[in-house]
């Protein structure tokens, strides 16, 4: 799973320039329970931002907000210099956002391969394709190896990483993790914590959602606390990994 180590040049290169995700004013409802409300935030170009927070804090709701997959209210999405707020759902990887969904979602009865493929539905050019799935093979050899296997007959750990696979397919500048830690051993969120270190250093742009702080404050700079729907607290990574109040009750300390 871990692989030999890959130099940043070796990983899948974000097409274009990074691009500043900026949100303003976003709120989910479903029917009358507010899962999120009003919450602004952005990530800087090519940067690593963190969301943690407790069960149902809202952050799925945010992410699931931001490519157009829930009913939702806002004032500003705009991403690099386009505006997102009207974009539909299926556009919006048009845009170069890529989305690792909690839970994977991989398609049990394909292939990694297909699974890959599919990944790349943006970009109809067949040799570029192949090109940035080889360089998933090479982030990732395992799946290289396992391209022709039932992505159901696949560990959770290697869904995982199929599903980040996935999203690279589509050459985005932005990524949205959602809880990609979920359900893993400590030595697989190990690697997921190498992935992303080696996804942020080829300037891939990151916000990672996850109930594991400890792993965000190691793979992010700067972080957002959600509770009850809203940005209780934000900070850089360092700072809020020593504050008192998030030691106790994210860091179990
Ligand atoms: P977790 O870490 O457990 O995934 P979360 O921080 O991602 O939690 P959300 O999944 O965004 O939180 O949920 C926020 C709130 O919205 C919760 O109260 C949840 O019960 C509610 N909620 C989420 N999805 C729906 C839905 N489809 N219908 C109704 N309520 C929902």
Redesign the pocket.
């Known amino acids: 799973m871990t692989g030999e180590a890959v130099r940043p040049s070796e990983v899948v290169e974000p097409e274009g320039a990074p691009q500043e995700l900026v949100v303003a004013g976003l709120s989910?409802h479903?029917?009358g329970?507010r899962?999120?409300s009003s919450v602004s935030f952005t990530v800087g170009a090519g940067q690593c931002v963190g969301i943690i927070?407790?069960?149902?804090?809202?952050?799925?709701?945010?992410l699931?907000a931001l490519m157009g997959l829930?009913p939702r209210t806002v004032d500003t999405i705009r991403f690099g210099d386009r505006d997102l707020t009207k974009v539909k759902a299926r556009n919006i990887v048009r845009h170069g956002i890529g989305y690792v969904p909690?839970g994977r979602h991989v398609f049990p009865g394909l292939t990694v391969e297909k699974n890959l493929l599919l990944g790349a539905y943006v970009r109809p050019w067949k040799g570029q394709t192949l090109e940035t799935m080889q360089e998933v093979f090479e982030l990732f050899p395992m799946l290289g190896e396992m391209r022709h296997r039932l992505a159901g007959a696949l560990s959770g750990g290697q869904q995982q990483m199929l599903a980040v696979g996935r999203a690279l397919m589509s050459k985005p500048r932005l990524i949205l993790l959602?809880?990609p830690s979920m359900g893993l051993s400590p030595k697989l969120i190990e690697d997921i914590l190498g992935v992303l270190q080696r996804l942020s250093a080829a300037g891939h742009g990151l916000l990672l959602?996850e109930?594991n702080a400890k792993l965000t404050f190691e793979a992010t700079k700067t972080c957002l606390v959600?509770e009850n729907?809203e940005v209780a607290m934000t900070g850089t990574s360092a700072d809020l990994s020593r504050d008192p109040r998030v030691r106790q009750i994210y860091l179990g300390l």
């Open positions: 989910v479903y029917g329970v899962a999120v927070g407790a069960n149902g804090a809202g952050k799925t709701s945010t699931k829930v909690e959602d809880e959602v109930q959600m729907g």
